[in-house]
């Protein structure tokens, strides 16, 4: 009995010291992919990336513009999917030109910059990022007339431990997929996929069989073009998924060709290539 | 609550190897716990008011000190994995370590409570936090840790940053002096029986499965089985480290063993049968669910809503690592996918 009860008084001054420490996670947002408050949800990360970036600019924190949508709840910080749904249609009087994604806490917070024309007809993207610890992920839009647009949300990754890396098919690196996930839509803008078979090695993993670091290893640039005319370029980061993956619009106003120049870290470059049908 | 119930046959200072006739006392008693917490396990079998919670016999020499349920969290102290030992004529095993110094402090003062026979070795059955963290303390007292090759390299490749996760998640007073470690003693060979307690304890590795170098570990005498990462009973099995083929087969040759009475990693003692079975269940239904999803062309951004699996709901940390398991078990099809000889023109 006085072993338990002496175990007992050991318990309670261990919640006591626990509660005398300070609080690691502050409350910064709200959690789990739920919108946060437009002006409770910087970081210092933030504030040296948008500093860099837009040189005393302050993007406009709204979701008129620009919306930033993740998966409610918890997710998988390895592969968070993202996608960035625009007001607007790209128009000559008015269009998107420029996105940034920026995920504050990972080592190399910029992960996707596109560069965008009127050719994307419509700029929704989707793409997946690595999230490594609870952190904001925000888009930046910025406007033909030279606006910038923010919005944001918290990401309550769940796990801690990271899953080994996967390292199978090591010898399809490069090989580079395009999709329309929903058939052609002539002069429209018709959703398509791109997706790159690359580890996307972020240099801080540590192989669980040699236990060596794993060498960053990660695709720079994705160019996109329809028919010969730019689509969009992106250039990239380590912050993007093993696999890249890209959903995209662009607008066909007949046949062609739709191609992806590829380029990762090590130089290398890939070509991927649909052909689509006037018939769709 | 129920850890009270279970609790009733506890056994500080019971003894360690019983006659026949208490032997069998015992394992219907330990039927009767399992058989509670098959229905208590729903509604939250193993939570306990107070730490440390009373050690639980589960057979003559063969005692469990549960985990909470939940998630790691201040509350818990992250004690949720189960921790087991086995007391024989030459000294005691200790299946798993817990979660920080302090918590296997605490274990290591449950031992002494039942057994003055010493502490030979400790063995991790896998690499997640709760049952790798309290090696630091097993290894202040001169005791060896013992862990599959692959999770000794798997611990080594990502425990520094799990480490620091937990310590943000607990603080650091719940954390003081739990560190990362190297393991003693490692071993390749599928399966193999230590002698080092006078009583026969057999180590299975099946491979691959729930995890790379995830054992189970039985008891021969009384015919339980500590389960490891290969069971959770009333929580969702986490998929992240697994090879999901491979964890199927291994549940196959769990059945094969006959064992009397299975620990799991989480969650109450079990009859083998059913706890084998919830699980296999379980990753079937995951598996069918998430591989219709992505030939449907389901977005990933969807999946943690369309992979709810309703009769698994009631299982602990259905919200976390249900959903987290979809996410996975989705790239890994769709990757299969990608891989598939007529995608690959």
Redesign the interface.
């Known amino acids: 009995m006085t ?1 338990l009860s002496s ?2 008084r ?2 309670l001054q ?1 919640f006591a ?2 509660s ?2 300070p609080v ?2 502050p409350a910064l947002a709200a959690e789990g992919g739920l919108p946060s408050a437009a002006h409770s949800d910087s970081s210092p990360q933030w504030e040296r990336v948008a500093a860099s970036l837009f040189a005393g600019r302050t993007p406009r924190a709204g979701r008129d513009v620009v919306q930033l ?8 910080g390895a ?1 968070v ?3 960035v749904v625009s007001a607007l249609p790209q128009t000559p009087q008015l269009f998107v030109r420029r996105m940034w994604l920026v995920v504050d806490k990972n080592p190399s917070p910029l992960a996707a910059v596109l560069d965008l024309t009127l050719e994307v007809g419509q700029a929704d993207f ?1 793409t ?1 990022l690595r999230v490594d ?1 609870y952190s904001h992920v925000r888009v930046v839009s910025e406007l033909s007339n030279g606006e910038l647009h923010t919005d944001s949300r918290y990401v309550k990754t ?7 890396p ?1 390292r ?2 090591l010898h ?1 690196i490069g ?1 580079t ?1 395009l999709k329309l ?1 929903a058939g052609l839509k002539l002069d429209q803008p018709t959703p398509a996929d791109v ?1 790159v ?1 690359h580890p996307n090695d972020t240099g801080f ?7 060596m670091y794993i060498p960053p290893h990660f695709v720079r640039s994705i160019k996109i073009s329809y028919d010969r005319r730019k689509v969009f370029n992106a250039d990239l980061d380590f912050s993007v998924s093993e ?1 890249p993956t890209l959903r995209f619009n662009f607008v066909p106003h007949g046949p062609g060709e739709l191609r992806a120049e590829v380029t990762d870290s090590k130089d290398a470059s890939f070509v991927g290539t649909l052909l689509v049908s006037g018939a769709g | 609550m129920m850890a009270g119930a279970t609790g009733a046959h506890a056994a500080a200072g019971c003894a360690d190897d019983g006659s026949p006739p208490l032997r069998r006392r015992a394992a219907l008693a330990s039927l009767a716990t399992a058989a509670a917490c098959m229905v208590g396990a729903l509604g939250g079998c193993a939570t306990f008011d ?3 919670p009373q050690v639980q016999s589960v057979a003559p020499g063969v005692y469990l000190l549960p985990g909470a349920t939940g998630a790691a969290e ?1 509350d818990n ?1 992250g004690r949720i994995g189960n921790v087991g030992f086995i007391v024989g004529p030459n000294g005691v095993i200790v299946i798993d370590t817990g979660t920080s110094y ?1 918590h296997a402090q ?1 274990v290591l ?1 449950a031992i002494a ?1 039942v057994t003055d026979r010493p502490v030979k070795l400790a063995l991790v059955t896998h ?3 709760e049952f790798v963290f309290g090696g630091s303390a097993f290894r202040a007292r001169g005791i060896a840790i013992r862990m599959h090759t ?1 999770s000794a ?2 611990m ?4 520094e ?2 480490l620091k ?2 310590r ?7 954390m003081h002096d739990t560190e990362m470690y190297k393991p003693d003693q490692e071993f390749d060979e599928p399966s193999h029986v230590l002698e080092l307690i006078g009583r026969p304890v057999r180590v299975l590795h099946f491979g691959h499965s729930s995890g ?1 170098g995830d054992i189970a570990v039985l008891d021969e005498q009384s015919g339980v089985l500590f389960a490891g990462g290969l069971l959770d009973i009333g929580r969702v099995p986490d998929i ?2 697994s090879e999901l083929a491979a964890w199927q087969h291994a549940l196959a040759a769990l059945r094969a063993l006959h064992a009397r009475v299975v620990v799991p990693g989480h969650g109450a003692v079990i009859d083998a049968d059913s706890g084998i079975m919830a699980v296999e269940t379980y990753l079937r239904r995951l598996e069918e669910k998430v591989r219709s999803l992505v030939n449907s ?1 389901a ?7 369309a992979a709810e699996l309703p009769e698994f709901a009631r299982w602990d940390q259905y ?3 249900h ?2 398991n979809a ?2 078990a989705f ?1 890994r099809f769709e ?1 299969e996918l ?2 598939k000889p007529e ?2 023109k």
Request: proline share 8%; aromatic share 4%; hydrophobic share 45%.
């Open positions: 072993d175990s007992r050991r318990a261990c010291a626990f005398a420490a690691v996670w949508h993740v998966p409610l709840r918890a997710a998988y592969s999917p993202v996608k989707e997946r610890e769940s796990g801690g431990c990271s899953a080994p996967n199978d098919a399809l090989k997929v996930p997706t078979v993993e540590l192989n669980n069989v040699t236990v696999n | 107070a730490w440390p201040p102290l302090a605490a003062a409570r690499v997640r936090p692959r390299r798997l080594a490749a990502r425990c940053l799990c996760v937990l943000q998640t607990l603080g650091d007073a719940a790379p992240q480290d062309g977005s990933l951004i969807s999946v943690g809503e919200d976390i690592i959903r987290r996410s996975i790239l990757r990608m891989f995608n690959m």
